[in-house]
């Protein structure tokens, strides 16, 4: 076993959804996602697990999340010349691996803070078509970059489990930065809902870390106001699928989106 310590609060949240992706994959042929590599990680790196073990609307909830997310990859390849993934905040989501991993037509890049990064060279050997880009997603360097390297690319943008942590003025810099340099991309991501951020000390996997959420919105249609190039492709629900395994209490609040988005969605986005 090898002890790891986190230099700050947000990055200890990666070992939540990473913890629910092995636990998703034991239950073998019923599984939402299936993710030999989390597996393996979750036995070697040292850590208290056990306190997420009653967590179980985030159990239920990281594996939608990740199987979400996955198949927007899945779709977006098979729809798309020269697809170019980014997958923002990657932490250790062996997301290239569960997708694309054998797809020579397909460029995937794994984005992170250095120290992330270094973590998952560690643990993680990038696949053939993978790159590792160790920088903060709010950097525009690393944006010229694979500008600059893909110009006839088709950019997806996924950023999971991520854009709460962070003020929304800095969210609004990053999405601009975005649609000044890619247009014809798509962005997906999941945030909370305001009711959830004013709750935050109740939900039952983050009160157990100090890392606290920042953002949160309840119509997607916002983001259009934040620059004229951004398009309201869905916002979701993860309620809206596998509802045999999800808690009553998400069945029910499934049944009325727009209350459910108050607490949580996914969102797309196209950049005209």
Same mark, same amino acid.
């Given at each position: 076993m090898s002890e790891y310590k986190f230099k700050n609060n947000? +990055?200890?949240?990666?070992?939540?959804?990473?913890? @629910? =992706?092995?636990?998703?994959? =034991?239950? !073998? +042929?019923?599984?939402?996602?299936? *993710?030999?590599?989390?597996?393996?990680?979750?036995?070697?790196? !040292?850590?208290?697990?056990?306190?997420? *073990?009653? +967590?179980k609307m985030s159990e239920i909830g990281c594996a939608i999340r990740c199987w979400f997310f996955d198949k927007k990859v899945l779709d977006f390849v098979q729809s798309h010349i020269n697809p170019v993934i980014i997958n923002v905040g990657c932490g250790l989501d062996a997301r290239c691996q569960r997708t694309v991993e054998k797809d020579k037509n397909v460029v995937f890049y794994s984005l992170d803070l250095p120290d992330t990064i270094k973590l998952r060279q560690h643990y993680i050997p990038t696949a053939v078509n993978e790159n590792y880009i160790s920088a903060s997603m709010f950097e525009t360097?690393? @944006? *010229? !970059?694979?500008?600059?390297?893909?110009?006839?690319?088709?950019f997806l943008f996924i950023i999971e489990g991520v854009v709460m942590y962070f003020e929304e003025c800095q969210l609004k810099l990053f999405f601009n930065d975005l649609s000044e340099r890619f247009h014809s991309a798509e962005i997906w991501f999941d945030t909370l809902g305001t009711l959830a951020v004013k709750n935050q000390n109740k939900h039952d996997a983050l009160k157990k870390v100090d890392a606290s959420v920042k953002w949160g919105i309840n119509d997607g249609k916002i983001l259009e106001t934040w620059n004229?190039?951004?398009?309201?492709? !869905?916002?979701?629900s993860p309620?809206? %699928? %596998?509802?045999?395994?999800?808690? %009553?209490?998400? =069945?029910? @609040?499934?049944?009325?989106?727009k209350f459910f988005f108050k607490f949580y969605s996914y969102l797309g986005y196209r950049i005209n």
């Open positions: 947000i +990055a200890e949240t990666l070992l939540i959804p990473l913890y @629910m =992706r092995a636990k998703e994959s =034991r239950r !073998e +042929a019923e599984a939402m996602v299936k *993710d030999p590599i989390a597996q393996k990680l979750v036995e070697q790196i !040292e850590y208290d697990y056990s306190k997420f *073990d009653n +967590a360097a690393w @944006m *010229d !970059e694979i500008q600059t390297q893909h110009p006839d690319g088709s004229s190039n951004l398009r309201l492709i !869905e916002q979701t309620g809206r %699928f %596998f509802r045999s395994r999800q808690t %009553f209490p998400m =069945r029910i @609040m499934s049944l009325i989106p």
